[in-house]
T-cell receptor, first 111, second 119 residues
Framework: GENVEQHPSTLSVQEGDSAVIKCTYS??????FPWYKQELGKGPQLIID?????GEKKDQRIAVTLNKTAKHFSLHITETQPEDSAVYFC??????????FGTGTSLTVIP | GAVVSQHPSWVICKSGTSVKIECRSL??????MFWYRQFPKQSLMLMAT?????????EQGVEKDKFLINHASLTLSTLTVTSAHPEDSSFYIC???????????????FGPGTRLTVT
């Protein structure tokens, strides 16, 4: 089955700096890669996603890149703000049904 | 994005009792709903996948007789933890996938989670 690895597990950045979280996957059949933000005590919230026919997608301060050949995708957050502090999960889906989640990255933005 | 609700948001029950958690898609029809379990500071573990009108598919190691899942309509799925024990204490999260349109063709939207504590 699919195996998703996520790095780093914790990340601290100064407010205004950029944050990058990286994930790798093993199943070349995976074609959908969402990113979720989870705040303490809440469910994950979809923040951006990318499909395998696209190499990059941007939404304001958030961008995701995908390298199908290398089987890795990354989340980029620019101009970080304290409210960006949360746990971020990547996921890969080979079937459009089952999601395989990374282990999460705890992001802290220091004011 | 599409909205998914869960009820209750937290529940405390005594060992041996059963607890039902509801998951509703509020503004789209969810053909498939998923139930996850999350331990503190860990990732989400898929427990089961349910399709409306059919039996749920459970992941390996998940007891189907203990975690009863019912997906009776396109907007409601329920998870019942039967004969709960303290080790069942966890954060239970549902997600729903729609048929397209506003919910997208395969995005999963998560509920806010239910914190279960078994004493």
């Amino acid at each position: 089955g699919e195996n998703v690895e996520q790095h780093p597990s914790t990340l601290s950045v100064q407010e205004g700096d950029s944050a990058v979280i990286k994930c790798t996957y093993s199943d070349s059949a995976s074609n959908y890669f969402p990113w979720y933000k989870q705040e303490l005590g809440k469910g994950p919230q979809l923040i951006i996603d990318i499909r395998s026919n696209v190499g990059e997608k941007k939404d304001q301060r958030i961008a995701v890149t995908l390298n199908k050949t290398a089987k890795h995708f990354s989340l980029h957050i620019t101009e970080t703000q304290p409210e960006d502090s949360a746990v971020y999960f990547c996921a890969a889906s080979p079937t459009g049904n089952q999601f395989y989640f990374g282990t999460g990255t705890s992001l802290t933005v220091i004011p | 994005g599409a909205v998914v609700s869960q009820h209750p948001s937290w529940v405390i029950c005594k060992s041996g009792t059963s607890v039902k958690i509801e998951c509703r898609s509020l503004d789209f029809q969810a053909t498939t709903m998923f139930w996850y379990r999350q331990f503190p500071k860990q990732s989400l573990m898929l427990m089961a996948t349910s399709n409306e009108g059919s039996k749920a598919t459970y992941e390996q190691g998940v007891e189907k007789d203990k975690f009863l899942i019912n997906h009776a309509s396109l907007t409601l799925s329920t998870l019942t933890v039967t004969s709960a024990h303290p080790e069942d204490s966890s954060f239970y999260i549902c997600s729903a996938r729609g048929t397209g349109g506003r919910s997208g063709w395969n995005e999963q939207y998560f509920g806010p989670g239910t914190r279960l504590t078994v004493t």
